[in-house]
């Protein structure tokens, strides 16, 4: 594997890809569409899976698993979730393969094993669980009913990449069920100011709150809630979406409560997700041509001790001085590596961490010893800095803090100026096409307005924010009456 | 739902069956074969996770994640594991779903989203692992690789049973690859011991240890190391199993590696796993005719306190008096429900506590407040105590070590009278009918006499022990010579 990356202003789309696997985060895989995702990607996804579960059970959820698959009958029963997703599904029809009579060795699907009704492997379990809650809810008592999911879904999507677009993905899924529309609506803003707190607190990644369009509503929802981030390249990410779904799934599965008064009523729902799409957002937030960069709340590795030393002698007295520094380090909840591969030079070795975005790089060579120094540089800015020993548990500490704030603070500065007011469609082409980012504009509120302005720019709203100022307008486009701005972008 | 469960001696399968429902652990979904995990069991397997997880990080696994999909062609690759799940596979063939212009508002599956290659839903993933590792492993130094997946997978069994045999499960399977046999067939020894220990020292669960006869194998292995305990009702389960897997999948996906001697060598191979057949065996290990019974490491609450009270201002005396003592106990790591729900009362809480096999009840009323004292209730024993408040977060600590351990000497009581040693095959018939358990018996080490004990009896070769003594002897079936005992048992 050449070390050599491709530069984001020479093709941005093969950076990243790049990176993914440069940075041994995943590959493609044998299935179309999957990928594997590494040991190295994989814990990325473990830490963000510890903070938010911490984060949904600190808001009164509960984990719960369901089915992978679901029948036929019961996927279409929500007629507009079944249409919006009925193109992507993946099928099973058949349960047994036989020996291939005709080819030794090989095995055919069994003719005779035709399941009666066909199986989909869950784009998203709303059908499955609404299904099952009819079990489960009989009276106010029974409700709230708060329950999570983390599961692997598929979408066969035709233009997959990795993270961001895959045919099947992990994520969590959450499925609540209320009393009232006005409980159920608190719960789905609820769960979009939870992925906010972990998308700015913990990803480093500012995010816009607010909601979707009609037209880019989830299939089944009545109100769409997202998170929108903005990345290097000026294009948009969902990157959380919370839905209130109405009595849409209740009335498909008849689930029904017995109110405090005795009367029957429909259930109210909302449902919730992120998935390994993140760790997309994540790449495409801070990276840089020299690799991956990762903000240290979702770093694997925070700290990476890289000793320089000629023979056993100088690596054991490195050694000797480090450990209890690398200890009191593990103690205070530092993730800390010392690499003392014998196998690579130390310049490979920085060079590996770089592309893998290790915050923190701590050097010690035999004049360090000497001089009770180390060298300390961090990813994000490459700045260097020689630190006392004595002082390093302190040093690192604030500084992995610094990182994490500096991290936010820059993308924050790029989404802030990036956010461009437009009044004219002439204006609106431009900064759409050249500067990139979020356009701020009027918006007469019709769907063709919507189509058109996609069809030419392939701008499509992404949200109107949650704090969008009601002011009267002009459509950008049509100009017709408006009464807010909302924002457009390009997005992935 | 009625509280009343089926008595263990009258029904065993149905007492399994209505105790898992009534325990709030899980239920039968509209899926065959696939149960639905609720809350409070998934409570449970979040548990395992836990520690397993952290038992693997210990001995140098890493998580990954790889496709729920294998390509036909990749699964038919190795043959005897082929061979040993086609029969089992869940097959996707279709990748899209159409509007039904024959039925309104109904899809059915688009004859033109025909799959150019059957995809398999995993029921194990060495294949696509092994595909996988082809392009990871050139080098003597990407050896060892050791990886472990969370995963769910399918097996398409006939008869199936909650947690014990589903179609769909959760699980893990750790796959690693190393330079030589002898570092292979060490880590698979080592998965077994990890398994043992978690089996012994958190489910208080006894295992023997040993492997498996060569048609109990796992396809494709060529030995399995195996770990089996005894239920309740004298039938063994395997509770989980480490494979050595030889050089099988690295010829089926030609994966070699360079040497230090510079030679190009396939690569060895093992594959562990346990799933949530784990949670069956917890239940059918300690639970008794009052529901469920969970040794505390592993209990999702480990101590609920219910006040007994009339009015508010009584509650909230025994709130502020308990308040302290539970947040003490939280402090320490026991996990501690207070609840004041003021729909139910006291006897039917300690009847859904008792059902769902909390291990310590603590009772607080008016006359305690009084005393300064609370009634303590373990599960394991229904033992009741009066105990001091100031004295109750020692006692309640001690008590949840003391119930741990007196499950497990219990359990492994009942599974040491019931290993039986026979010499003759009506002694043999007459255990596994009447006293159950398993028999440690001469075998002759044919399958043929493996295959007609099992029609005669339906006991199976549950493992040859690690500890087996060599000994001279006579089969107890053939009569031919044999070197050893083997343990036999009815099975799960």
């Not at 979009?192 to 299939?219: D, I, L, N």
């Not at 779904?245 to 429909?266: C, H, I, M, R, W």
């Not at 260097?384 to 704030?405: A, H, P, R, Y």
Request: charged share 30%; aromatic share 10%; net charge negative.
């Amino acid at each position: 594997m050449s070390k050599h990356l491709t530069k984001r202003a020479e093709d941005y789309s093969k950076w990243y890809n790049e990176l993914i696997v440069k940075a041994d985060l995943a590959e493609n895989s044998a299935v179309r569409g999957c990928m594997v995702i590494k040991p190295y990607g994989f814990a990325i996804w473990e830490k963000m899976q510890a903070e938010l579960d911490r984060m949904f059970k600190e808001t009164g959820h509960q984990n719960a698993y369901f089915p992978l698959l679901v029948p036929k009958s019961l996927f279409e029963a929500e007629e507009k979730n079944a249409e919006g997703f009925a193109k992507e599904c993946a099928v099973v029809t058949h349960y047994r393969l036989e020996t291939d009579p005709d080819n030794e060795g090989k095995l055919r699907v069994d003719p005779n094993a035709k399941l009666q009704e066909e199986l989909i492997i869950r784009p998203t379990s709303e059908a499955i669980i609404w299904n099952t809650y009819k079990g489960w809810i009989q009276s106010h008592r029974d409700l709230p009913l708060l329950i999570n999911q983390w599961a692997n879904v598929m979408r066969w999507e035709m233009r997959t990449r990795p993270f961001l677009r895959t045919a099947e993905f992990l994520w969590q899924e959450g499925h609540t069920a209320h009393a009232t529309r006005e409980e159920a609506v608190v719960e789905a803003k609820q769960m979009q100011e939870v992925y906010a707190t972990f998308a700015e607190e913990f990803m480093a990644m500012p995010v816009v709150k607010g909601a979707k369009s009609e037209s880019e509503r989830f299939a089944g929802a009545e109100d769409t809630y997202t998170i929108e981030a903005l990345m290097q390249d000026g294009k948009a990410l969902q990157a959380g979406t919370s839905h209130f779904l109405g009595q849409n799934f209740a009335k498909a599965f008849d689930v029904k409560y017995t109110s405090k008064e005795g009367k029957q009523e429909y259930v109210w729902a909302t449902s919730w997700g992120v998935s390994t799409r993140l760790i997309g957002g994540l790449i495409m937030t801070h990276s840089d041509d020299a690799g991956l960069v990762l903000p240290p709340k979702l770093a694997p590795i925070q700290v990476v001790v890289v000793p320089i030393y000629k023979g056993e002698d100088q690596l054991n007295a490195i050694f000797d001085k480090m450990k209890p520094i690398v200890e009191e380090l593990k103690s205070k909840g530092v993730s800390v590596k010392f690499d003392d591969r014998d196998t690579m030079r130390p310049g490979a070795k920085f060079a590996e961490y770089e592309l893998k975005g290790v915050p923190v790089r701590v050097a010690i060579g035999n004049r360090d010893l000497e001089n009770g120094t180390v060298e300390v540089a961090r990813r994000d800015t490459f700045d260097k800095q020689t630190v006392e020993q004595s002082n390093l548990v302190d040093f690192v500490s604030n500084l992995l803090e610094e990182i994490q704030s500096n991290l936010f603070n820059k993308a924050l500065t790029y989404r802030n100026t990036h956010i461009t007011k437009v009044d004219s469609f002439e204006e609106f082409k431009d900064v759409i096409e050249n500067k990139g980012g979020f356009v701020s504009a009027h918006w007469d509120g019709t769907e063709e307005t919507e189509d058109k302005i996609k069809d030419l720019t392939k701008a499509t709203i992404r949200c109107i924010p949650n704090d969008v100022v009601e002011e009267e307008g002009t459509c950008v486009f049509s100009d017709g009456k408006s009464t807010r701005r909302v924002l457009f972008a390009k997005a992935y």
